[in-house]
């Protein structure tokens, strides 16, 4: 039962890291990457105007990461009989709220530095601001996508596995020698 408890604690610290290091390098690679590329090689997009449209190309690329991250951990634990949805939804809620929590800071906040540099570890939330311009809307939004995103793939990747699973597709191994 110790053991268990130690594999879960460790699981919950690194898909909290996960998430951080995620949503941190998204934040990074749309403001470098997708704006230096994208923006020369697609001037008509506009993005060094267009805020809310280089926030939702830089979205795709922590989506992306999430899915494969999950997607893996679905068929892993399915794979070792230890398929938990509620404990990865209750990780995932405990996540999001935290990643939630900067945004309500911000707003008690006197330091501008301070308070931009909160509002960047947001930006890929930002195309969310049709809703409403305020950070803590928007965040709030984000971080709701976010879960959202990661425990559905959490559930279709492990009905996907036990489908290819039922098929044949996946088989034991046997060593011949």
Not at 86 to 115: D, N, Q, R, S
Not at 160 to 174: M, S, T
Request: charged share 20%.
């Amino acid at each position: 039962m110790q053991r268990d408890s130690v594999k879960d604690l460790l699981y919950c610290l690194s898909r909290f890291g996960l998430f951080w290091a995620i949503t941190i390098f998204g934040v990074i690679m749309g403001r470098t990457a997708v704006l230096g590329v994208v923006g020369t090689l697609i001037p008509r997009l506009r993005l060094y105007d267009n805020e809310e449209l280089l926030s939702l190309i830089s979205c795709i690329i922590p989506a992306i990461m999430f899915i494969a991250l999950f997607a893996d951990d679905a068929k892993r634990h399915t794979a070792y009989r230890n398929y938990r949805p509620i404990f990865v939804t209750c990780v995932m809620l405990v996540t999001g709220i935290i990643y939630y929590i900067p945004a309500v800071v911000a707003g008690y906040l006197k330091e501008e530095l301070a308070i931009e540099a909160i509002t960047q570890l947001y930006f890929t939330s930002y195309w969310l601001t049709f809703v409403s311009e305020k950070l803590e809307v928007y965040a709030l939004l984000g971080s709701i996508l976010w879960v959202v995103l990661c425990v559905l793939t959490y559930i279709i990747a492990r009905k996907i596995y036990l489908h290819k699973f039922e098929n044949g597709e996946y088989a034991y191994e046997v060593d011949e020698f």
